[in-house]
Nanobody, 131 residues
Framework: QLQLVESGGGSVQPGGSLRLTCETSGYTLDYYAIGWFRQAPGKEREAISCIASADGSIYYADSVKGRFAISRDNDKNTAYLQMNDLKPEDTAVYYC????????????????????????WGQGTQVTVSS
C-alpha cells in the first residue's frame, strides 16, 4: 500500500514562495503519476498539477501556470511542488495523490484532473497566503 505524506505548508505573504514535499513509502514511486490538488474552504477539491510516471509529462491548471512547478525524484520516492508568487487565492489545503493509471479520457493523457482517478492520498498541508 502506497502511503503519502505532505509537508512544507505554512503562512506566507503575497508574492512569497513555498515548496511542498510529498514523501511516499510502501512501494516504488516510479510507476505512479503524481497529482497535486487543493481545496479551499467551501470549495471543491481542484487539480492544480500532475506529473506522469512513464514520460514525466507535466500539466498545470491555468490558475497556477507560470508560478508553480511540479517535479519528482523517483530515487527518493518524493514529489515536489514549488510555489512562487503566491496569491491570497492560493490559500487552501494542498494534497498530493498517486495512481498508476490515472487516465484522463477527455484529454487523452495519463494525468487525470479528477480526484476519483487517484487511489492514494496524503493527509494534506495547509497553505495560507495573507498580508
Amino acid at each position: 500500500q502506497l502511503q503519502l505524506v505532505e509537508s512544507g505548508g505554512g503562512s506566507v505573504q503575497p508574492g512569497g514562495s513555498l515548496r511542498l514535499t510529498c514523501e511516499t513509502s510502501g512501494y516504488t514511486l516510479d510507476y505512479y503519476a503524481i497529482g497535486w490538488f487543493r481545496q479551499a474552504p467551501g470549495k471543491e477539491r481542484e487539480a492544480i498539477s500532475c506529473i506522469a510516471s512513464a514520460d514525466g509529462s507535466i500539466y498545470y491548471a491555468d490558475s497556477v501556470k507560470g508560478r508553480f512547478a511540479i517535479s519528482r525524484d523517483n530515487d527518493k520516492n518524493t514529489a515536489y511542488l514549488q510555489m512562487n508568487d503566491l496569491k491570497p487565492e492560493d490559500t487552501a489545503v494542498y494534497y498530493c495523490a498517486a495512481d498508476p493509471f490515472p487516465w484522463d479520457t477527455s484529454r487523452g493523457v495519463m494525468c487525470s484532473e479528477y480526484t476519483g482517478d487517484y487511489e492514494h492520498w496524503g493527509q494534506g498541508t495547509q497553505v495560507t497566503v495573507s498580508s
